[in-house]
């Protein structure tokens, strides 16, 4: 879903395990406002203090040579960035069946193709979603409200929250807890919770980009946050668990981006038909198992 990947990749983890930059999204073309530079979060019920590195844990059994060993490598993220020519050569050329699509940032942005490409996409047959680029810059609630107006979901809408360092200014990063804000209030719009895109290390609360910037605590087992299935954001042939979902997995796994970066497996992301690029993503099912998955909503019971 984008074009300049994230920066670098995990503090301390990145220099032991020699990875690439970490995954990012999408960007919007120019920022809609400047944000103010966020304070530091007081303790709450979604985070805790810095979780060390070594605590996390591998997020596949062995180094990955090929992704379609690990999991379906059917789902492809884009917004307005990517050029988009066929889309149901994606599904007939390249056996992708779900796309997800940026709806909106912050609150004030909407991305200006995703109405004409939801379209395209649900008559060519392709599972669509829809995710949210969260920012500092209003409460997690307000934004959450955007987004839903913005991505005009229905029942089999898979929804997702973006949640990263943002390259372009980093003081308007969404932190720890406007994410569970906007996480709370589409729980309660739509009776069920958006899969979470997130880094490794930005979900324990490390320091990532040149400017130290945190996410304002680590992501705490049992929190809200970490009952959303979780979409990892690593590009890494070794990636890691955040440590909130040790014991249950990935259910999305981006394992490589369009951008600068994009780690071992970046060609691929050249390689879905009608597409220029994109960012390619498994599923940690098989396709029955996913169409199931989508159609409910994110939900396989």
């Excluded at 019920?45 to 180094?63: E, H, K």
């Excluded at 939801?118 to 392709?126: I, N, Q, S, Y």
């Excluded at 994109?278 to 029955?288: H, V």
């Amino acid at each position: 879903m984008t074009v300049s990947r994230r920066i670098a990749m995990m503090g301390l983890a990145a220099t032991m395990a020699g990875c690439t930059s970490p995954p990012r999204l999408a960007r919007r073309p120019q920022p809609v406002s400047a944000a103010a530079t966020p304070g530091a979060p007081r303790p709450g019920d979604g985070y805790v203090q810095l979780i060390p590195p070594s605590r996390r844990q591998p997020a596949v059994p062995t180094t990955v040579d090929d992704p379609s060993r690990i999991g379906l490598d059917a789902i492809i993220d884009i917004s307005h960035f990517n050029r988009v020519g066929d889309i149901t050569q994606a599904r007939t050329g390249s056996n992708i069946l779900g796309v997800i699509h940026k709806a909106s940032e912050g609150y004030d942005w909407v991305d200006p193709t995703y109405a004409q490409r939801r379209a395209a996409c649900e008559a060519a047959g392709l599972l669509w979603g829809a995710y949210h680029f969260g920012t500092f810059e209003r409460p997690g609630a307000e934004q959450a409200r955007s987004f839903l107006a913005a991505a005009q979901p229905s029942t089999d809408t898979l929804l997702a929250l973006d949640l990263e360092l943002n390259e372009r200014n980093q003081a308007n990063s969404m932190d720890i807890v406007r994410a569970e804000d906007f996480v709370r209030t589409i729980l309660m719009s739509t009776g069920r919770l958006p899969v979470l895109y997130v880094h490794p290390a930005w979900a324990d609360g490390e320091a990532m980009g040149g400017r130290g910037r945190t996410l304002g605590g680590a992501i705490r087992p049992g929190s809200m946050l970490a009952a959303c299935d979780l979409w990892l954001a690593d590009y890494r042939a070794q990636p890691e668990l955040p440590t909130a979902w040790i014991g249950r997995g990935w259910r999305l796994w981006q394992y490589a981006g369009d951008g600068t970066g994009g780690g071992p497996f970046k060609p691929r992301t050249r390689q879905v038909a009608g597409i220029d690029r994109c960012d390619r993503n498994l599923f940690a099912a098989d396709s029955a198992t996913l169409t199931r998955y989508w159609r409910r909503g994110g939900r396989l019971s």
